[in-house]
């Protein structure tokens, strides 16, 4: 194999790494969970411009150096097959997939896929979810609430908008308020056909799915308002079935929380 | 064997006429001719229903069509687009058209049956189609997922389960005239690893029609159930499980991808090494990725759930069979490149649109190895990453093989050549329309907007507008398509029975063929890639 190759080659991953790493598309992250998101797609972004150069290089090349002369009916090369190659370019791909599973599995537990669901049987085998791993954040099928929740917040999904309402001061909002830096859990059911929690900037989403609650856990970190989007085909009016989480320091989320919460009927 | 070798040419209903694309025709060339031109024309309804979706959504507010046929458009757009262009033209038209060249018969197997299946898809496009003037379209997607379909107005719901398990049925019919085809109508002596790759891609195909295809029909009935009778296989409200629904629907529409994407594969595969003068790089492993692609397409359904409440170690399983299709896919991707390097590559219509598809579908196989992973998926699932991912799959990379196909086998089917300089035309606007419509969906979905709807965040209506503007080059491009096919037709230039001297058995007659294929035996091509191997005549 000539140098040029080898230098083709080097070149190829530099400039993926570079444009991986460079590579600013993904909304503002504003939660525990964002960050490991965003590096799992640099890394997906730098083998993917690889590869996406690699092949249309190779093909556009191709292309201009083996292009028929005019007059020239005679035929290419009658190659029809070289197995070493072919073992290599089998071999490519499995080690990038394999690779890309591992890492994504790795990014998979960081964000607390693993974490246990009530409803499954490997559940009373395995240990409680780590009340230490604060950014453990999933949705699942659930219907117990776990117990490392900092703040539990019922979700009610309807034709077309999301009800809010907490179980601590009894609060009944359209909106969502959370307080930065704390675990909160969702705990969402819906009225009639499924709709999907969306937070873009927290890099998450859960189906909310009628006859059948979900549990979506986030901690936000960043305070601000975000949008909640339904994500899941609901009707006429789906696309205007967004509504806001704001994300509260402490204190202003205590302020909210006194200014809102209604005596226990 | 052979059913229209019964008959006497001179029986042969409307033999010569136009008219006999109208009949009950039992030759195969007319059938895949029927196919296509009716695919063809449910692809320019498609394409209206599409160009109103990208008009809608040229400004950030539902301002276009009320919300309720906003959504009857998105669903019919999806349901025709796959049902009646993609799925028919890639297996139906080429497939009846090439098969039996392919395995040196007369005719497919079951000719009675080959015609039945085609006349099973007009009906069904019309109802679809009447469907929005008699109490509107379905509203729920193609996917139709419930309890929104029990809940949608239930006569388009009804219309719409009717007309794909028609559909579905015609389907079913193909794939088993194409396994038997293949499989017991060879010519004598004719080897399966002798067979064209378009072969083994049906073969394939066939087998992911009919074990597939039954558990969707079985499932609409199902849903049907719930709609009419008030049944509750689906619906919570009385028990049912929503969810079960998506298992059984993803079941048959992911191995539907590669029924959509498969004989694309197998097309590309024939096209290549004759516009480079070059045999097909590595037959025995394209063989086998294309058997790996089977097995493995019919274990990764559940990736189109992962927000869907499925357990972690689901969700792990479908990640890694899903991911795994990139080694298959990816051997024919390099095999493809080694076809091309050191030929002599005529850069032709056929040619353009061949390796665009290569850039397209490395695109949108690099996008579909990313949605595999389970935490890249969740942030992005049911948004626009998702619609232009599966577009770059289907559109850019099975409809760029269908024009593809028609700039190499139009001269077969017509004995005229299609005009080159309006052949690139129309290459340059689909290629650019289509990358401008689909490039900037990926981002719009990962900045926040959903897919399914008629309304967006303003700071979404830039990228938005350079997608409508996509849409209508595209819309655009089948000008010039259009005045070729039917400018060609009487005035193009002659083509001659070989224009591209090429070994696949179904040049090897006269363009346009006989009615039975061959006026003598059928020839035994041993080497249908054999360029530079045996004598081509000039």
Redesign the interface.
Known sequence: MPSGHFLVSVGLILLGLLVGQRVDMLPVQASVNAPVYDELFRVLFSIGTMLFLGICGLLVYSLVRFRRQPGDFGDGAAIEGNLSLEIVWTAIPAVVVLFVGLYSYNIYERMGGMAPLADHSVMHAMPATDPGSGDRVWGGISTVSGETADLTVDVTALQFAFIFHYPEGNITTGELHVPEGERVELRMKANDVIHAFWVPQFRIKQDIIPGQPTVLTFTANRPGTYPIICAELCGPYHGGMRTSVVVHDRGAFDQWLTKNTLPVA | MESTSELPVSLIPNHGSWLRYLSFSLDHKVVGIQYLVTGFLFYLVGGVLAGMIRTELATPI?DYL???V??EVLTMHGTIMIFLWIVPVVNGAFGNYLIPFYVGARDMAFPRLNAVAFWMIPPAGLLLIASFFIGGAS???WTA?P??SL??PALGQLIWIFSVLLLGGSSILGGINFIVTILKLRRPGLKMMQLPMYCWAMLGTSILVVLSTPVLAGTLVMLAFDIVAHTGFFN??I?????VYQHLFWFYSHPAVYIMVLPAFGLVSEILPVH??????????MVYSILAIVFLGLIVWAHHMF???T???M??FF??AT??I??P???K???W??T????????NSAMLFA?AF??NF??GG??G??LA????D??V???YFVVAHFHYIVYGGTVFIIFSSIYHWYPKITGRMLNEPLGMLHFVLTFVGFNLCFGPQH?LG???M????????PQFTLMNQISSVGALLMALSTLPFLINVFHSAWRGRVAGNNPW?ALTPEWLTSSPPPVENWNGPAPHVEHP?????VE?T?
């Open positions: 539902s009320s919300r309720e906003y959504n509203q729920s997607g997922y309890p929104l809940r949608t919570p409200a028990g049912g499980n929503a969810v480079s003068r070059k045999p097909l790089f590595g037959y025995t492993t927000t869907s409440g357990p972690p170690w969700r792990l990640t890694i991911s795994f990139a080694v896919t990816g051997i991707f390099f095999n490149l080694a091309l390097w050191g030929g002599k590559i005529a850069l390796c290569i850039v490395v695109l690099i996008t190895v990313a992973q389970v935490p890249f969740i942030h699932h049911d948004t981002w990962m900045n926040g959903p897919r399914r709807v008629s309304e967006y965040d001297r890639y054999g360029y530079g191997l081509t000039p």
